[in-house]
């Protein structure tokens, strides 16, 4: 029974370890390459569920939304960052923060008028909602697509990033701008297509997430949070750092909030146990944040070293 | 051997510096293609700062960048670079995250339009350490084989103008003297190249001509032959 829990738990991790590194590897490079905090990276999250719920409950079909959330965000992504952000570049770090916090808020707003205040309601596709017979326990079809689709981005990135002349470029931005820059890359239109690449997986992992978790005003606060600890794990400017640090961050989490009060009760009362247990489990992770930064301060895998 | 052609880059009256501190003054320079040039001045004179501005890294104040024609006196660093100036950068820059075999894929170019034009393949047969060292990441290679990869990177570009910035600092005299072999070889290929570096022997018998700045402003130019036989000129502006 335990052995089916740590699995079923190990899964769980998995999956939200990998929606995680959706949201964290444009993050990461947005920060390694340009040196630009967007707190905004959420929104275009809650962006793509949006979208994706609406084109779904429209036409009736998954697929139709998932496609509208990519294509719609990568657009909003593109013009968001032609029209405004590219503007902030050479700004410091708190008219940045000040500029995308206002962002948060016009999107939490737009969202608001455009689908009311209450929560939009986006099943899972019809034949992924029984679960699926694996390693013996029974498991939720659409969290293993959700696991799925990750590894398989996770595997896209990571031979876009390390083996593609873009991605040398890429790694060669994140580490030192200005020699990538003397060496003739475009930084600035490299930049936009990372944005928009940033931009199309924020809406994937909204899109994905959408039936596991409500699609509503401000979603995408919470995970940007995580997403922020994950980058500053995994090393900023970092695709690897950010896999890692997702991985580490999703397995934590989820691990902690599932065992950590069944573990706290062998060795204290079910009463301090089912008290103390959720409340530390919700700082494990900045726990391993702390621990990751007194021996690793630059992360576990930094761009520029 | 060397071709006195018309100037590859011309700069006049350039000034520049860094925010309200102003560095460079008056800054005046001709090289020709196929010319060795070098750069001379104690630290702090503006060397470096010139050299950022021929690549568009500092923004000039005033006065103009003609290089092959076109100003590019306010051109992002980039395009500049995309015209033809590459540059071996002091501290060498080398990517920690790319390895080696990357440094010399990632930004190759024939921008002089080279018959035979530098690839991988070629700088690994100029610099056999780095062909050994080929899949280690650039922070993991020794000051010697950084400078190596940072030359090797630069050349890749196949560059109209390569400028090397203080190449030899730091670095051991067998790998001093491996740099020095490198830039002969480049010399003798009609490569147009501006140095700056303290070893003013060396460069006499690398350059044409030499450019000496003192507080933003040249305060002498001439040949190797006067640099050479005015030892006086080295005290007073370099300090030997």
Known sequence: ?305 | MTQLISPLIEVTGLQAGYGSSQVLFDINLNIRQGEVATLLGRNGMGKTTTVRALCGLTRPNAGSIRFLGHDIAAKPADWIARQGIALVPEGRQVFPNLTVLEHLIAFAANRAQQADPWTAAKVFAFFPQLAERQHHLGNQLSGGEQQMLAIGRALTTNPHLLILDEATEGLAPIIREEIWRCLDALRQSGQTILVIDKYVERLIQLADHHTIVEKGRIVWQGSSAELDADHGIWHRYLGI
């Open chain 1, 1 to 305: 029974m335990m052995t089916q829990l740590i699995i079923e738990q190990l899964l769980n991790g998995l999956q939200f370890g990998l929606m995680l590194f959706l949201l964290a590897a444009g993050l990461t490079l947005v920060f390694g390459i340009m040196d630009m905090i967007n707190l905004s990276h959420g929104s275009l999250y809650m962006g793509g569920a949006y979208l994706g719920a609406a084109a779904t409950q429209a036409s009736g079909s998954f697929l139709v939304g998932l496609l509208a959330a990519l294509v719609g965000m990568a657009l909003i992504g593109l013009l968001l960052e032609v029209v405004l952000l590219r503007r902030l570049y050479q700004r410091d770090h708190l008219s940045q923060v000040l500029a995308t916090f206002a962002l948060i808020l016009i999107a939490n707003e737009l969202a608001r008028m455009i689908w009311g205040p209450q929560p939009l309601m986006l099943n899972a596709p019809e034949v992924l909602s029984g679960p699926v017979d694996l390693f013996g326990i029974s498991y939720p079809a659409y969290r293993l697509l959700i696991i799925v689709v990750g590894l398989a981005v996770a595997g896209l990135l990571y031979w876009l990033v390390g083996h593609t002349r873009a991605g040398m470029w890429v790694r060669a931005g994140a580490s030192n701008r200005e020699m990538a820059q003397a060496l003739g890359i475009d930084v600035r239109k490299l930049f936009t297509g990372i944005f928009a690449l940033g931009a199309v997986l924020c809406a994937l992992a909204g899109m994905l997430l959408g039936p596991l978790l409500a699609v509503q005003v401000g979603m995408g606060e919470d995970i940007l949070i995580l997403a922020f600890v994950v980058i500053v794990i995994g090393g900023i400017g970092s695709i690897r750092g950010a896999l890692v640090g997702s991985l580490l961050v999703g397995m934590v989490d989820t691990l902690g909030r599932a065992l950590l009060p069944t573990l706290l009760r062998t060795i204290t009362s079910p009463d301090i146990a089912a008290h103390v247990g959720p409340a530390l489990a919700s700082v494990l992770i900045y726990l391993l944040m702390a621990a990751v930064l007194f021996w690793r301060p630059t992360g576990l895998f930094p761009a520029r070293a």
